[in-house]
């Protein structure tokens, strides 16, 4: 039995006004998985761990799918 990965994000955008902070990204993160994010100040990792814990929303979703396992 194949479980879907308990945090997935695809084609995932942030905007604040006309400021990009997170553009199409995408990621999966499996059970039992180490995950590092890593970047400059500034480069949105606190905002897409943010998304993540559902206390920001993305402005855009592409495509894709956005889902965190409970």
Known sequence: MRT???IQVERV????????VIDDV???VQ????????????AGKTTLVRMI???DQA???G????????
């Not at 955008?13 to 990009?20: A, I, N, P, T």
């Not at 059970?31 to 500034?42: A, D, K, Q, R, Y």
């Open 59 to 61: 402005s855009e979703f």
């Open 53 to 55: 814990a559902g206390i």
């Open 13 to 20: 955008s942030k905007r604040f006004g006309k400021k990009v």
């Open 26 to 28: 995408s990621l999966e």
């Open 31 to 42: 059970t039992g998985e180490i995950f590092g994010l890593l970047g400059p100040s500034g």
């Open 4 to 6: 879907h990965p308990p």
């Open 63 to 70: 495509a894709g799918k956005w889902a965190l396992a409970t």
